[in-house]
Every structure is written in C-alpha cells, then in structure tokens.
C-alpha cells in the first residue's frame, strides 16, 4: 500500500511566518507611498485620516513616508479635510435626502474631526434646510409607495424618516401634517359625495 506524498510546499497550519522583513529604503518608501497615496485620491476623495489608514496597509510604508506624502499632497491642496467633508457632505444630501444625524454618522465614519465636522453639517444646512430635505424624503416616499392609510403604513414612513436620520421632533410635526391633510381630503370628498 503506498503512502501518499507530502508536498514540501504545504505549510502546516500552526506554522508562524517568522520569515524576516527586509529592511525598507526610506527613500524608495517614500517614492511608492506618495505614488500609491496619488492613486488612491485619483479613485476616490478621501479625508487626510483615511488616506492615512489606507496607506499604512502596505508593510513598505513607514508611520514617516505616510506623514510625507500626506504632506506633499496638502501642500499641494489635493488633501484638505475642510474641502472635502464640505463636498462629500453637500454631495450626500443632494444625491439622497438625509438628516443631520445621519450626515454626522456618515462624517464620523469618513474620520472627520467632530469640531469640522459640526461646522460642515452647519454650511449644508443652511444652504438647504433640513425641512426641505424631510418634505423631499417624504414626497419621494408617497410617490413610490403612495399616501399612508393604515396605521402600520404611517408607522412605516416615519421609520423610514428616521432611518434617513431626521430628527424625531421633525419627522413627528410633518407626519403629522401628512395625517391632517389626508383627513381634511376625505372631509372634502365626503361632502362632495354628500352635495351629489
């Protein structure tokens, strides 16, 4: 009976990589760091702590290539926080309406500073108020779905609106004013159908 063969190139699993790093060239370092960190923006924008994350992933970079190519690319205004949570906020709220909570959530998920980050989410909304932004989630919604009738279907609206990150205070005064206005349409048709 043979034995099958172990192949020498199968690691076992409890095996550690204790294989030595090669020493990293700073210079050379710094070279594909701010190569990749131009390759990076060139994607997509991204926050100065972002860029920072993503270009620590790679175990060439060192903490200083980083620190350099961000630098280099601030100086010349590629990377600015202030720049780019002004645009990627006001780009969110006009690509899809959203609340001010769920703007600061998405800002904190970007790495924005909480103190830049409150002076965003205060730019974008007075350049469009957040009722404005609530009526437009809300009339979105009751064309898609139509007008709530049932209970659950109102119930159904305002998580949604809540879920957009509209405050509830909000969401309660214009659902609200949905009702009312649904109710005062069937007065009407009932007493339409009464005169008839």
């Known amino acids: 009976m043979r034995r099958p063969k172990r192949?020498?190139?199968?690691?076992?699993?409890?095996?550690?990589?204790?294989?030595?790093k090669r020493p990293v060239d700073p210079e050379r370092s710094r070279t594909r760091t701010l190569q990749r960190a131009v390759k990076l923006l060139a994607?997509?924008?991204?926050?100065?702590?972002?860029?920072?994350?993503?270009?620590?992933?790679?175990?060439?970079?060192?903490?200083?290539?980083?620190?350099?190519?961000?630098?280099?690319?601030?100086?010349?205004?590629?990377?600015n926080d202030e720049q780019f949570a002004l645009g990627y906020a006001s780009a969110r709220v006009r690509q899809k309406?959203?609340?001010?909570?769920?703007?600061?959530?998405?800002?904190?998920?970007?790495?924005i500073d909480r103190e830049l980050a409150e002076e965003t989410l205060k730019k974008v909304f007075e350049a469009t108020p957040e009722a404005e932004l609530i009526d437009a989630a809300i009339e979105k919604r009751v064309r898609l779905r139509g007008r709530p009738t049932t209970r659950q279907e109102t119930k159904s609206l305002f998580d949604h609106l809540l879920r957009r990150g509209f405050s509830y205070d909000l969401i309660i005064g214009k659902v609200r004013a949905l009702s009312s206005a649904e109710l005062s349409d069937d007065e009407e048709d009932a007493s339409s159908d009464a005169d008839d």
Request: charged share 40%; no cysteine.
């Open 43 to 79: 994607a997509k924008p991204r926050s100065v702590a972002e860029l920072r994350e993503r270009l620590l992933e790679k175990e060439w970079t060192t903490e200083e290539a980083a620190d350099y190519a961000i630098a280099k690319l601030s100086e010349y205004g590629y990377v």
């Open 7 to 20: 192949r020498a190139n199968v690691r076992d699993i409890n095996e550690t990589d204790d294989k030595p």
């Open 97 to 111: 309406p959203v609340g001010r909570q769920q703007l600061a959530r998405d800002l904190q998920m970007k790495q």
